[in-house]
Structures are given as structure tokens and as C-alpha cells.
């Protein structure tokens, strides 16, 4: 399929580690980038080529990848992390570029 | 610094046409492909095309292919978005997006969006 698949919504306590994934059979074979995106904003480039941090991207962010299940993963989640969340790669046939439908991440 | 800042956005009633337009700087614009990223309101973001570099090599999703153009000049560091017999489903916020040293899927800066709105 040419879909990515999220979990709509994800909670974390404050300070603990949370997995946000990004489901969908292209990410078998190509890679996968995150955005964070809070409200009126544009969204933000967290995670490129599935396991790659910007500068300037605090280092608790950091992507994974296994089998056709990409994930982005916060370790010690701050208030401020609280946003959507979304993943993006190719579709199936790696002409196009397909987003998840995006996880809205809730800071406890 | 990178700035894409873009302009055109307005509220259009159904069938109607509209140009976007996005002024880059801050990096030497041909070298990098370019891309339109749209947000309905309350929804999700939904890439729609690309251009490469040098004009050549052109993809749309299949729900503007048709209607919209994609096109840029990069003699005025510009990018572009002809949009035809435009939908209510139209309506949302247009991004101009840059990609990554290392291509795509990899957007490395955002403009802020301009706003269509398609309503009767």
C-alpha cells in the first residue's frame, strides 16, 4: 500500500521515554524523516533518513527503523515536546512522497 | 539563513484559479529540488509536488494531478503553484518546502504558508 500508518494520539509523563511509529510497507525500503509541528507553526525537521538528527535538534530525539516499521523515540519527554508529530518517505513505487496522518503527543 | 516566504493565497470560490508563489534565499535555490506541502484546516500535511533543480523532473499527487502546475524560475530564486478548477477540498494552508543536502524526503526548511480558501 502507499499509506503510513500512526497512532493518532500518544501520552507520556514528564521525563519518561516515549515511541511514536510510523507503520507502512514503503518504509521496507526507503527511508523515513520526522517533523514536529506545534500549533501556528510550520513544522520542524526533528529526524531525516530515519536515524539522523538536524543541528540544533536537542538529542533526547532519535529515529529507528525495523522491518516496514519506522519510530521516532523521545528519551526524558520536556513539556515542550508536546506537538504533532509527523513521519513522511516515498509511496511503494518511490516517485511520490507520502505523511502519516500524524500523532498528537500529550506531555503528562 | 534560509527564508521562503509565500504569497497568493486568497479566498477563491469553486472552479476558480489561483497562482502561489514562493521568493527563496539564503541558499543557491538551483541546486535544490523544491516542493508544495499543504495542511487542511485541523488536518494533516499532504505533499502535493516537486520540481527538481533544473525545471526538469516533475511529480504531483494524484489528487492535484491535472489541476495544478508546478513550475519555478530560478534566474528570480522563485517557486510556483498554478492552481486550476480548484475544489472546496482545496482549502488549506500552502507550504513552500526545501529539501535536505541528502533529497528527499528530507525537508529541511518551511515557509510559514499562505492560505487558500475555496468556498462559494
Known amino acids: 500500500s502507499s499509506e503510513l500508518t500512526q497512532d493518532p494520539a500518544v501520552s507520556v509523563a514528564l521525563g519518561q521515554t516515549v515511541r511514536i511509529t510510523c507503520q507502512g510497507d514503503?518504509?521496507?525500503?526507503?527511508?523515513t524523516s520526522w517533523y514536529q509541528q506545534k500549533p501556528g507553526q510550520a513544522p520542524l525537521l526533528i529526524i531525516y533518513s530515519t536515524t539522523n538528527r538536524p543541528s540544533g535538534v536537542p538529542d533526547r530525539f532519535s529515529g529507528s527503523s525495523s522491518v516496514n516499521t519506522a519510530s521516532l523515540i523521545i528519551t526524558g519527554a520536556q513539556a515542550e515536546d508536546e506537538a504533532d508529530y509527523y513521519c513522511c518517505s516515498r509511496d511503494i513505487s518511490g516517485n511520490l512522497i507520502i505523511f502519516g496522518g500524524g500523532s498528537q503527543l500529550t506531555v503528562l | 539563513e534560509v527564508q521562503l516566504a509565500e504569497t497568493g493565497g486568497a479566498v477563491i470560490q469553486p472552479g476558480g484559479s489561483l497562482r502561489l508563489s514562493c521568493a527563496a534565499s539564503g541558499f543557491t535555490f538551483k541546486k535544490y529540488s523544491m516542493h508544495w506541502v499543504r495542511q487542511g484546516p485541523g488536518k494533516g500535511l499532504e505533499w502535493i509536488s516537486l520540481i527538481r533543480g533544473g525545471g526538469g523532473g516533475i511529480d504531483y499527487a494524484d489528487t492535484v494531478k491535472g489541476r495544478f502546475t508546478i513550475s519555478r524560475d530560478n534566474r528570480k530564486n522563485s517557486l510556483y503553484l498554478q492552481m486550476n478548477s480548484l475544489r472546496t477540498d482545496d482549502t488549506a494552508l500552502y507550504y513552500c518546502?526545501?529539501?535536505?543536502?541528502?533529497?528527499?524526503?528530507?525537508?529541511?526548511?518551511w515557509g510559514q504558508g499562505t492560505l487558500v480558501t475555496v468556498s462559494s
Open positions: 518546502v526545501k529539501e535536505h543536502d541528502t533529497g528527499w524526503p528530507n525537508f529541511d526548511h
Open positions: 514503503s518504509l521496507r525500503v526507503f527511508p
